[in-house]
């Protein structure tokens, strides 16, 4: 399965809504994750089956979506938000992750 | 609390092995399969390689298939990467991931890698 994200890098001001896309070559349910990784850090779990927040993870973060098309929604970007956002597929062996998005501040 | 942590790293030359440990503490080790992902410098996560929590299930990507065999012992809370036949482009940082929960296979606790460089 591939995954296709969208778009490679955006810049942002604080406050501003953000959209990252995700899309599966063939339908995946809501088999579907995002990561964040910070320079030099291990990604983190954002966000499990598609729209599930994980503990600890601001209210601002949201995901959506089902089948073969997935958004990230930040509501509120903020500083700390800085980063690179992955999804990955985990529908079915091997597992697939989309190319990245790197998110930064204006 | 929920830890994993990565140790093997090396500097390592083209077609010689290594192996990777993951060693788990803070959960109940032998309910939760584990994922190995890896980061070649500068480029994105690539998925590598998945256990079941009992060890009777692995998973590999196609660019390690037939190279790296992942294993556990759970009597030592500890999972393995073995790679051999390394190659250039297996230079990476490798993570171990946790289960997120014994029924979900997200990535839910990650360690902080080790940085595996195949060179001459």
């Known amino acids: 399965i591939q995954m296709t994200q969208s778009p490679s890098s955006l810049s942002a001001s604080v406050g501003d809504r953000v959209i990252i896309t995700c899309r599966a070559s063939?339908?995946?349910?809501?088999?579907l994750g995002w990561y964040q990784q910070k320079p030099g850090k291990a990604p983190n779990l954002l966000i499990f089956?598609?729209?599930n927040l994980h503990s600890g993870v601001p209210l601002r973060f949201s995901g959506s979506g089902s089948g073969t098309d997935f958004t990230l929604t930040i509501s509120g970007l903020q500083p700390e938000d800085s980063a690179t956002y992955f999804c990955l597929q985990d529908h079915s062996y091997p597992r697939t992750f989309g190319q990245g998005t790197k998110v930064d501040i204006k | 609390q929920v830890q994993v942590v990565e140790s093997g790293g090396g500097v390592v030359q083209p077609g010689r092995s290594l192996r990777l440990s993951c060693a788990a503490s803070g959960f109940t080790f032998s309910n939760y399969g584990i994922h190995w992902v890896r980061q070649a410098p500068g480029k994105g996560l690539e998925w590598v390689a998945t256990i079941s929590y009992d060890g009777s299930h692995s998973y590999y990507a196609d660019s390690v298939r037939d190279r790296f065999t992942i294993s556990r012992d759970n009597s030592k809370n500890t999972v393995y990467l073995q790679m051999s036949s390394l190659r250039t482009e297996d230079t990476a940082v490798y993570y171990c991931?946790?289960?997120?929960?014994?029924?979900?296979?997200?990535?839910?606790?990650w360690g902080q890698g080790t940085l595996v460089t195949v060179s001459s």
């Open positions: 991931a946790k289960f997120l929960l014994p029924t979900d296979a997200s990535l839910g606790n």
């Open positions: 063939q339908g995946i349910q809501n088999d």
């Open positions: 089956a598609a729209s």
